[in-house]
């Protein structure tokens, strides 16, 4: 499995740093961006970070990342707010630093790139919502301990309550601690705590999986309970055809390093000016952030989506 | 058996029945194994009376013995070794490497499912063998080998399969999903009762694994007592690497899918519930019956407190709490100092 | 003026054992007296209350007249009680000094250990033994003897008053033992008061004024040594006479069963060679450090061996593990017995099927009933005290887990028994019973080889005496009518003394 | 100090001072600190030749050394339990409590600074308390007592400040941030330092701290000569825990941000380094020397691997390897069985 993408020659090498780099969801889209735009660009491209859930490992490697003065770098920003101080010690050693899947606002990052974890929140409210008419009670799970699900489920919470007219109540926002066993287990729990449960939302890559199995385990039939979650592999998106799922969040992760890579190569060689100076005076030519947007995989889009990504 | 000595026996048949009685109950609140039964029961009691819709319930109880199953499985291997005085951290990873080769076997190269989980167990024995001979072989302790066993058969796993393997082939994923017609209980939880049945009788019964008690309890003595301490120490660690394999394919078959990052941290989950099952670091002592309490004990808990709505913030303390408290309890029946 | 040590209505229960029923004694300072006691009495139990290692459920002690009331180990060692004791208290893997001098050694500046100092004075407490250890040796390095005299020197190393010594010269030769007493004696006339437990009667009428017996925990009584007898003494303690006369020869020897021939397993034994007959005793004699436990191990495969052949019953056997001996049919009691021989934290009926788990088995199950009752039997024939069979031999008395230890192997019922000191720390009764067994076994033609660094007792039980130096075996001497001198002088005969083999391990490859 | 015996000793004086040269070599041999040295030095001078732009950089070296500060703070404290015998696996929590803590009167409360960093360092003193209390007192033992209290801490963290308190102040932040002009490396490391000075000479040399060998070697033996093995446990504990909180607060501070989720794992990096550097599970053996060196190793490891730009895949399997094949060089010099 690769982890470093472009030219071995290339004069430019930039880094994306992230905890848990290996992710299965990352290396699935994340890294095809990323191999996209090295070629692209006749750039080098490569992942570093801890493999595990480790923030103090995930700091250190931003700061040795950025003492070798690589071209530029692209943070996570989403795990972690502590996150903050080592990017600011980038810019300042002049490595020109962006943020993806989660933004640091304090560090002084030259941009974020990525979606509005808010909004995955909002998205996956609304298509419960939409799905359940007439209210019911509605749970939630994550990772309790990454920052951007923090902001996703937040913002479910906070939709749900200005929204709802009072029909929906949250009982639950479960941890689920990014794996699938687990989340069933928790899905179990849920439905024996709240036997008329009605919808479910899973706020990590994995919550999917788990919760579908849980209900599958638990004899429920497809669209007993309203489900939504986020993308994972491509086989998932077919429990979004069979009626498990009712909304899958997609949030174009194919484009975050991408662009993040794009503009961090721009910022160092287009000469393109904002208020006269160049990026070497100061100045910023790129965008400040750019949002890559999510799509709602439903019944209505699963098949194009499938034949797309030939599964079968 | 033949009685030569007459007279003192004679006594001793009469306090023999009057101990009988006495020595039961005696041992029983010693015991880790009384204390832990004694609390499930009181929790799964308590929570039928007070939640009697939602706890009790048939696909409740599904669920929390079908999600236990795999720190289930575990366990017996771990208490074993732990017994004998050693344990392995790198179960998870030894977990994760055994479901994405059954994964690849049969989802990738197509072979039959029967094969695909015969290569997940093998490779867990495998990695169980490894973790043996840089024991018992090069002599580094058990803590930092499977350390870094850890790590390594984890790379392993990325490297084998970076994303997983997901689907893997409906038959395949049969062997995790079949359940029985009556109980309507998945494979994994029937894999694990079998396992703590034959297992526990094995460990407690059989002159074989009692040896592993011997060489917990003085590994010199053991040795010298003309018992192959080394051996058995392998042998344990081939075990509990089979058992990690099985815990492994029977997990990626429930999912039908199977993750790199399957058993992150299940080795503390293990190793907490086989110590309050019982079992203790220097070794000599613990049952497979108390570890599997521990386990139940464990997960009823954590099914309690969703059940309870208890804050996610708040669940940690209870966990936390509870432990504590479990295994203290038997802490003060015996005194301190002599 | 009060006595120096006063005792009072002392009682102590463990469960099930009454360890001391209301015993009472008073030491004045500057004597020296005997403690004895079957094993099991409550001699231990006695000194580690004085101690303050136990608390007690009854009874004053009053040290100088004054009571003392709430007494631990650091408190007792403060008042300036010193204990040597049985069961030993050093750390392997720190030095001689540091064991010595544990948490009190000599400070520098803020607290930093003078290690000079240390190590200067604990070769002037080890030389008054007569014996050379180096202050800087592990203590895991040391034999059991060496880690013996260490124990002593801690013991002497604080300011005393009362010096408990709990058998300590069990793991003891002559010449050790005389170097022993001539410090106690020293140390008595300076006031010190002494309270001395020891199994060997020799040595209370060579050191003690006054012994005091203890039965079951209840006082037997005191007399002062000049008024009173051997066997006087056993009476009291045992009930009943015992004695140690060699048995009448008429054993029938059979064939050789052990065979070795100029073993060498470095870094100790050298070129040993020994031969054992079924129904024969051959004692292994030699002095401290010449290597005989180390022969023993490499007969049984719990040594590595380099060169030498060792054949049983005429068949050559090449032991690569104990188990191999074992499956030869060798056992072999190991001189250590907690840290090699017991599971201390096992019961009696465990710690005696661990050799046989075939035979207490039923199939593959272990079967408790058969392991039980063979752990009675051996209870009854080595009248083992404890209160079941269940018991945690952690919990029995010293001689107690001696036997449990003997009966481990016996159980096993082996073609060669090796021994390595067989009594260590065993009382006169229990010895004599030993002793008995022992014969017994060899009349049932069993070859037995005995290490013993107790001379009557190789002299008692010999019908061959192989004497061992340096890591060979050096003469031979038949049993019967053998003299101390004469297994002194072969043991001795290529060193002067222990002290300078065990000074510099280099030198003896020299 | 008086000489009576006088033959032996004068000749004892000779080979003493032939001994010492001999012995000095022997021990380094025979000792984890100089494998550890030698294979930290073969390290660096082999990335400095290879990488000449890149490793040996003063940028490179400050950020290695800032950010293997946290956890050689608590290997120090490690290294003091595990030579006693025990250790202690919530020191991950500890350290994201105190310094959540320290963050809370500083920035919520606006304290000043200095009393938000000892407010920081008595919470961790005081979550080392308790773990001792529980193991001395109620004698759980310390895996499942840290255990227990590792999700408690964590528990009470997330309950105290949901998700962390960002920014904290600069005065606060400024403990963490302040660099020396020199070198400009910032305080953490400088702690670490003053703690592995100080903490090595008190641990090798002092009587007080002695005592944990005595204590870790033989329990019963120390108990035996008079040493108050609970209280020194419980010492022990309280050390870890006020270095934890310690970490904590400097890990803030330079952030200027205490997180939630500081910390978590880090107790089996710390345990790893400390068992590289020499102790044992079993107790009387280690220095902080060594530890440091362990920690020193390990991050030299991972700095190469980001350097050599090694595949996130293949790190795990590369820090294994190096953990096992580093821990196993001392074993090929004493022979196997005794
Ligand atoms: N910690 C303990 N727990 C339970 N029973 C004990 C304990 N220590 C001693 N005993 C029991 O107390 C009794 C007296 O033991 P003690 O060690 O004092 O005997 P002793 O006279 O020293 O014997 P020996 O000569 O064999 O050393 C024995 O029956 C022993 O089993
Ligand atoms: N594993 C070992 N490595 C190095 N030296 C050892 C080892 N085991 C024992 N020794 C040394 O061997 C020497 C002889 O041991 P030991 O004293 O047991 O011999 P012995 O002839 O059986 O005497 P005794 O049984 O009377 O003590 C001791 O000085 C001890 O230091
Ligand atoms: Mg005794
Ligand atoms: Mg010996």
Known sequence: QESSFGPADAKETYYWISNKANLPLFVQYDYVGMKRIAEELGVKVIVAGPTDFDVPGFISAVDQVCAQKPSGVSVVGGWDPSLTESVKKCMEQGVPTVVDDGDLPDSGRLAYIGTNWTQVGVAQAKKLMEMLPKGGKVASMSIINAGNMREAVAGFKAYVEANGGGKYTIVANEDDGGDAQKAAQVTAAILAAHPDIAGLAGFDSESGAGIVTALREAGKNPGDIKVTAMEQTPDFFKSAKEGWVDGIVVQNRELFIYYAVKLLHDYNTNTLKSAGLSSKDGGRPIPDSLDTGVILITKDNVDKVLTALNVK | MTMQITQPMAENAEHRRENLFVRIVRRLADSRELTLFVLVIALALAMSIVYPNNFPTASNMRAVLLNLAPVGILVCGMMLLMIGGTFDLSVGSTLAFSGVWAAVVAGWWGWPAEVAVLVGILVGALCGLVNGLIVTRIGINALIATLGTLTIYRSLTYVTAGTGVTPITDAFAEYGRAADPLLRIQSPFWAMLVLVLVGGWLVARTRFFRQFYFIGGNPRAAQLSGIRVDRLILIGFVIMGALAGLAGVLGAARLNSAVVNAGVGIELKVITATVLGGASLKGGEGTILGGILGVLFIALIENAMIINAIGVFWQGLVVGLVLLFAVSLDRFKTSSRA | ?510
């Open chain 3, 1 to 510: 003026m009060a006595p120096r040590l006063e005792i009072k209505g002392l009682s102590k229960f463990f469960p099930g054992v009454r360890a001391l029923d209301d015993v009472s004694m008073s030491v004045e300072g500057g004597e020296i007296r005997a403690l004895l006691g079957e094993n099991g009495a409550g001699k231990s139990t006695l000194g580690k209350i004085v101690a303050g290692v136990y608390s007690r459920n009854q009874g004053t002690i009053l040290v100088d007249g004054a009571e003392i009331a709430d007494l631990d180990e650091k408190a007792a060692g403060d008042l300036g009680i010193g204990i040597v004791h049985q069961e030993g208290s050093l750390v392997p893997q720190l030095s001689v000094a540091e064991n010595i001098f544990a948490g009190r050694q000599p400070t520098q500046w803020l607290g930093q250990v003078d290690v000079r100092t240390m190590r200067d004075r604990a070769r002037v407490l080890i030389a008054q033994l007569g014996v050379a250890i180096d202050p800087a040796l592990k203590v895991s390095t040391l034999s059991p003897a060496q880690s013996q005299i260490v124990e002593i020197a801690k013991a002497l190393s604080r300011d005393l008053r009362i010096l408990i010594l709990d058998e300590p010269t069990a793991a003891l030769t002559l010449t050790e033992t005389e170097k022993l007493f001539d410090v106690v004696r020293r140390l008595a006339s300076n006031g010190v008061s002494v309270i001395y437990v020891s199994h060997r009667l020799a040595e209370i009428f060579a050191l003690c004024h006054s012994v005091t017996v203890l039965k079951d925990g209840k006082l037997a009584g005191t007399r002062r040594v000049s008024e009173t007898s051997t066997d006087e003494l056993i009476r009291l303690m045992v009930g009943r006479d015992v004695h140690f006369s060699r048995a009448a020869a008429g054993r029938k020897i059979g064939d050789i069963v052990l065979e070795a021939e100029s073993v060498d397993a470095p870094p100790l034994v050298r070129s040993a060679s020994i031969s054992v007959r079924s129904g024969e005793i051959v004692c292994l004699a030699g002095l401290i450090g010449s290597g005989r436990s180390e022969f023993c191990e490499a007969i049984f495969g719990a040594r590595r061996r380099r060169g030498g052949s060792i054949r049983i019953g005429g068949k050559p056997i090449d032991p690569r593990g104990p188990w191999d001996g074992k499956h030869a049919g060798i056992g072999m009691v190991p001189e250590d017995r907690k840290a090699a021989g017991l599971f201390l934290g096992m019961d009696i009926v465990n710690n005696v099927a661990a050799t046989v788990l075939s035979k207490v088995s039923s199939g593959a199950n272990f079967s408790n009933r058969k392991a039980e009752a063979l752990a009675k039997n051996f209870v009854n024939e080595l009248r083992i005290a404890t209160p079941s069979v269940r018991q945690i031999v952690g919990n029995l008395s010293g001689g107690n887990q001696q036997k449990v230890l003997l009966a481990k192997w016996l159980a096993m019922e082996p073609r060669l028994l090796i021994v390595d000191e067989p009594t260590r720390g065993v009382d006169v009764g229990a010895r004599s019973e030993i002793y008995r067994l022992l014969r017994a076994l060899a009349d049932k033609g069993v070859a037995l080889l005995v290490v013993s660094s107790d001379l009557p007792e190789v002299l008692a039980l010999a019908d061959r005496i192989v004497v061992m130096a340096e890591g060979r075996t050096v003469g031979e001497l038949p049993g019967d009518g053998a003299s101390e001198e004469q297994v002194l002088r072969l043991a001795t005969r290529y060193t002067a003394s222990v002290a300078e083999v065990r000074k510099e391990p280099g030198m003896a490859e020299a």
